[in-house]
């Protein structure tokens, strides 16, 4: 579920494809076929906003148990792939990561490192310039390799 969740959220923001979200949900889905929730979510697999509020709708109906680390080494480790690459310059990827903030669920402690430091990267930015920004970036997009 926790991987599913980072796939949504690196789709909605353009860090992955729609179709490798898809592959990978159909990839699951194979596994479990009369999983509800992978049936619900294969049937709105064209939108991540419908994905998303599908997958947010499912955590608080069952309470079921989120682990952040899961979710937070695969999305941290797919963002550095696009950083590493240079997929977008440095104002876009930080301005990715604003709205990756706003718009994580509460389900996450948005004040835990290194989810904290992804709404002041661009203060960083703005304030100390580019080359703060990526030490910033660069510790935050490494926080889960090392623990």
């Known amino acids: 579920m926790e991987k599913l969740y980072a796939y949504a959220y690196l789709w909605a923001l353009d860090f992955m494809t729609e179709q490798e979200y898809n592959d990978y949900l159909d990839r699951i889905f ?3 076929p009369y999983n509800e929730l992978l049936m619900e ?13 599908v997958l947010y709708g499912h955590l608080l109906r069952t309470n079921e148990k989120f682990d952040i680390s899961i ?4 999305l941290f480790a ?9 997929r977008f310059d440095i104002e876009t990827f930080i301005n990715k990561c604003c709205r990756l ?3 994580l669920p ?3 402690d948005v004040y835990d490192y290194p989810f904290f430091y992804l709404n002041y990267i661009d203060d960083t930015y703005e304030f100390n310039g580019e080359t ?3 030490k910033q970036i660069e510790q935050m997009l490494d926080f889960f390799e090392e623990s």
């Not at 979710?71 to 695969?74: R, V, W």
């Open 30 to 32: 194979l596994e479990s």
């Open 41 to 53: 979510l294969e049937l709105c697999s064209g939108s991540y906003n419908k994905s998303l509020g």
């Open 71 to 74: 979710f937070g080494k695969f």
């Open 78 to 86: 797919e963002m550095k792939k696009a950083y590493v690459d240079n």
């Open 101 to 103: 903030y706003r718009n």
């Open 106 to 108: 509460d389900i996450i």
């Open 132 to 134: 703060d920004a990526r």
